[in-house]
């Protein structure tokens, strides 16, 4: 919906300064600021995405395989994973 609103030059020039210190706008500014006040959620931010070299490294054939704590040797056998199917509804 369009609107047309008188907000203060002060005030203003201020929210524009705060958008641009944020990248944004001064719109997304206003639209978020009156999400607060009415109590709704701000719209989820995406999650950092983790870099695969973090999670994941190659073994000896070079298979990717996911990093293990150091001293985690446990061992994965199909009936874990079966296991974990049937937990997850997979």
Same mark, same amino acid.
Request: overall charge negative.
């Given at each position: ?5 008188? =907000?203060? %030059? ?10 641009? @210190? &944020?990248? @944004?706008?001064?719109?997304? &500014? =206003? *639209?978020?600021?009156? @999400? ?8 989820? @931010?995406?999650?950092?995405? =983790?870099?695969?070299?973090? &999670?994941?490294?190659?073994?000896? $054939?070079? $298979? ?15 009936? $874990?994973?079966?296991? &974990?199917?049937? %937990?997850?509804? *997979?």
């Amino acid at each position: 919906m369009n609107t047309t609103i008188d =907000i203060p %030059e002060p005030l203003y020039q201020k929210a524009a300064e705060r958008a641009r @210190s &944020l990248g @944004s706008t001064v719109h997304d &500014l =206003i *639209v978020t600021a009156l @999400s607060r006040e009415m109590k709704e959620p701000d719209p989820p @931010s995406p999650a950092p995405a =983790i870099p695969a070299t973090e &999670l994941y490294e190659k073994n000896q $054939f070079g $298979f990717l395989v996911r990093k293990r704590p150091p001293g985690d040797t446990t061992v994965t056998t199909n009936a $874990f994973v079966n296991q &974990l199917r049937e %937990e997850l509804g *997979v």
